[in-house]
């Protein structure tokens, strides 16, 4: 579709990839190669003048026919709440672990074509221009102390710690050391081995920053407040909503949740606790490589493709390819999706933290599957690529999380009603990760809110971790890691079990007002076909389509 609209989404993703070839790269956009983004304040004052002028030309142009005001809204409405986020000076505070900008600059390298020596030269010039990303960066963050803008300590500290561990630090290896290894031996060898090197000095001259310059200077308190937390759940929900009652609505799941996850240890041991449960599980439902780790995922990845195609969902041949991938050195402390190309020549491909563990509990992992890969994101992502004329590129590159990790959750519900969860322990993998996900309501709306548990006591760093551990099922190893993430990335962790909950309303509304007209296949096409929207406007946008 050629129009004025769709023109202006197309030249903005362009713009904007020039400008953040990071993050460009990092959601399958092909462009012309850049190496760095300019993470400095003048570069995040570009990529918001760029929202500003966009804006202003999209207020200029009307919409023709149902795709043009689908692609003007989400355009506008994903436009305005990153200005929000520029204009409340988060980039001059921005320090998240584990996906800040040493995550993501160290993620940009693998990501690249590397098929020929002329893109291994581009794999060398992105490593090269890993110090000067840090660098700008680095002003960006003492910008903002100068104007009274702290990012948290404990955020500092923990970024850190992960940038010392690309570095090299201690017993793990330097971050593309193995990466560029697979180069083997050439004319780009010599220029790789010395961008590597100047990359992972700068991972540990940032974690030195981190530790001894900025965290003195930053701030104890970890919650962001009512102002930022309403900014961070525009961008990650697409909507305001009633956070009070979504808090309420938490805490009435998690009992919800415990209730079935009572039962369901019940059938693995009857009188067991839920640790004589797990335990259970570990030492018979688990695999004790990383190459039988590797192996299982693959083949559960397959399965599930060869179960939904032509059944519940129509999937393309090129999407009927999706790699599951294992990371040895990652800090994260959960599995990852990369979406494929825009070009559809990268495939979609999972990746999975090892975190350390020389042992791998199969029977919590499959939910994860089906959200990350089939029927979850791949799809998702997936059905953007190979979506044609009816969405703009914009939509196609773009992400709401509260639509994007709700479609995730849906799709675990989606297997479980499927009757997938046959193996032993599987289904209760399913519920301890949907009970880690409501206790992320709970404790991201509580702390960043100030709201009180409900015995009336307040949150606290080791509060948090006590109720996603014992609540939220979440395995001992990925604890701090989780709430780490949820204290410096507001308003992200709610997007999960929020977005559940609008995409099965949407669906119950849609077989209620089609009655026995109900189809499920054809739901599910539209819903995938219609792109990223905000909760605010997904029902409405399915009733209009579906």
Same mark, same amino acid.
């Given at each position: 579709?050629?129009?004025?609209?769709?023109?202006?989404?197309?030249?903005?993703?362009?713009?904007?990839?020039?400008?953040?070839?990071? +993050?460009? *790269?990092?959601e =399958?956009?092909?462009?012309?190669?850049? @190496?760095?983004? !300019?993470h #400095?304040?003048?570069?995040?004052? %570009?990529?918001?003048?760029?929202?500003r002028?966009?804006?202003?030309?999209?207020d200029?142009?009307?919409?023709t026919?149902?795709?043009?005001?689908?692609?003007?809204?989400?355009?506008?409405?994903?436009?305005?709440?990153?200005?929000?986020?520029?204009?409340?000076?988060e980039?001059?505070?921005w320090?998240?672990?584990p996906y800040?900008?040493p995550?993501?600059?160290r993620?940009?390298?693998?990501?690249l074509p590397?098929?020929?020596?002329?893109?291994?030269?581009?794999?060398?010039?992105?490593?090269?221009?890993?110090?000067?990303?840090?660098a700008?960066?680095?002003?960006?963050?003492?910008?903002?102390? +100068?104007? *009274?803008?702290? =990012?948290?300590?404990r955020?500092?500290? @923990?970024?850190? !710690?992960? #940038?010392?561990?690309?570095?090299? %630090?201690?017993?793990?290896?330097?971050?593309h050391?193995?990466?560029?290894a697979?180069?083997g031996?050439?004319?780009?060898?010599?220029?790789?081995?010395?961008?590597?090197?100047?990359a992972?000095?700068?991972?540990?001259?940032?974690?030195?920053y981190?530790r001894?310059?900025?965290?003195?200077?930053?701030?104890e308190?970890?919650?962001?407040?009512?102002?930022?937390?309403?900014?961070?759940?525009r961008i990650?929900l697409?909507a305001?909503?009633?956070?009070?009652?979504?808090?309420?609505?938490?805490?009435?799941?998690?009992?919800?949740i415990?209730?079935?996850?009572?039962?369901?240890?019940?059938?693995?041991?009857? *009188?067991a606790?839920?640790?004589?449960?797990?335990?259970?599980?570990?030492?018979?439902? #688990?695999?004790?490589?990383?190459?039988e780790y590797?192996?299982?995922?693959?083949?559960?990845h397959?399965?599930?493709i060869?179960?939904l195609?032509?059944?519940?969902?129509?999937?393309?041949?090129p999407?009927?390819?999706?790699?599951?991938?294992?990371?040895?050195?990652?800090t994260?402390?959960a599995?990852s999706?990369?979406?494929?190309s825009?070009?559809?020549s990268?495939?979609?491909?999972?990746?999975?933290?090892?975190?350390?563990?020389?042992?791998?509990a199969?029977?919590?992992e499959?939910t994860?599957?089906?959200?990350?890969?089939?029927?979850?994101?791949?799809?998702q992502?997936?059905?953007?690529?190979?979506?044609?004329?009816?969405?703009?590129?914009?939509?196609k590159?773009?992400?709401?999380?509260?639509?994007?990790e709700?479609?995730?959750?849906y799709?675990?519900?989606?297997?479980d009603?499927?009757?997938?969860?046959t193996d032993?322990?599987?289904r209760?993998?399913?519920?301890?990760?949907?009970?880690?996900?409501a206790?992320?309501?709970?404790?991201?709306?509580g702390?960043?809110?100030?709201?009180?548990l409900?015995?009336g006591?307040?949150w606290?760093?080791?509060?948090a971790?006590?109720v996603?551990?014992?609540?939220?099922?979440?395995?001992?190893?990925?604890?701090?890691?989780?709430?780490?993430?949820?204290?410096?990335w507001?308003a992200?962790?709610?997007?999960?079990?929020?977005?559940?909950?609008?995409?099965?309303?949407a669906?119950?509304?849609?077989?209620?007002?089609?009655?026995?007209?109900?189809d499920?296949?054809?739901?599910?096409?539209?819903?995938?076909?219609?792109?990223?929207?905000?909760l605010s406007?997904?029902?409405?946008?399915?009733?209009?389509?579906?």
């Open positions: 579709m050629s129009t004025p609209i769709f023109a202006l989404c197309d030249e903005y993703v362009t713009r904007w990839a020039a400008l953040d070839p990071i +993050a460009a *790269g990092a =399958g956009i092909v462009s012309d190669f850049v @190496a760095a983004s !300019d #400095s304040p003048a570069g995040s004052a %570009a990529r918001a003048e760029l929202i002028t966009t804006l202003s030309r999209l200029a142009i009307v919409p026919g149902e795709s043009d005001v689908r692609a003007a809204t989400h355009l506008r409405e994903r436009l305005e709440a990153e200005l929000a986020w520029h204009d409340t000076g980039p001059l505070r320090v998240a672990a800040g900008l995550y993501r600059v993620s940009s390298v693998v990501l590397h098929g020929n020596d002329d893109e291994w030269r581009d794999v060398a010039a992105r490593l090269a221009a890993i110090p000067t990303m840090l700008g960066w680095r002003e960006s963050l003492e910008a903002g102390l +100068a104007v *009274g803008l702290r =990012g948290a300590r955020q500092a500290l @923990a970024m850190a !710690d992960q #940038s010392d561990q690309f570095a090299g %630090a201690g017993d793990t290896p330097p971050a050391d193995a990466f560029v697979t180069y031996e050439g004319p780009v060898k010599e220029e790789l081995v010395r961008s590597a090197a100047a992972h000095a700068a991972y540990a001259d940032a974690a030195r981190l001894e310059e900025y965290a003195p200077r930053a701030t308190v970890d919650a962001v407040g009512p102002e930022r937390y309403a900014v961070a759940a990650s697409g305001d909503i009633d956070l009070r009652e979504a808090y309420e609505w938490g805490w009435a799941e998690l009992e919800r415990g209730a079935e996850t009572a039962a369901e240890v019940e059938r693995i041991r009857p *009188g606790t839920i640790e004589e449960a797990t335990e259970i599980l570990n030492d018979t439902q #688990s695999v004790d490589s990383v190459e590797q192996a299982w995922l693959q083949q559960r397959d399965w599930a060869k179960q195609h032509g059944t519940h969902f129509d999937i393309p041949l999407l009927q390819l999706i790699l599951a991938e294992v990371d040895v050195s990652s994260s402390g599995a999706y990369n979406a494929p825009e070009d559809l990268r495939p979609g491909r999972t990746l999975w933290p090892v975190g350390g563990r020389t042992r791998f199969t029977w919590s499959l994860t599957i089906f959200h990350e890969a089939v029927p979850g994101h791949h799809l992502f997936g059905a953007m690529r190979m979506a044609g004329d009816g969405l703009s590129r914009f939509a590159v773009s992400w709401v999380d509260g639509h994007g709700g479609w995730g959750l799709a675990e519900r989606l297997a009603e499927l009757g997938w969860f032993p322990g599987t209760l993998g399913m519920l301890n990760w949907s009970a880690l996900r206790a992320r309501v709970v404790i991201d709306l702390v960043h809110l100030d709201l009180p409900p015995d006591s307040k606290t760093f080791e509060k971790c006590e996603l551990r014992d609540q939220g099922r979440c395995e001992p190893h990925r604890v701090e890691a989780e709430v780490v993430r949820y204290f410096g507001p992200q962790a709610i997007a999960y079990k929020l977005g559940e909950r609008a995409w099965l309303e669906r119950e509304e849609a077989r209620r007002r089609l009655g026995a007209g109900f499920l296949r054809a739901w599910h096409t539209a819903a995938l076909e219609l792109g990223p929207v905000g406007s997904l029902a409405e946008a399915l009733r209009r389509i579906a």
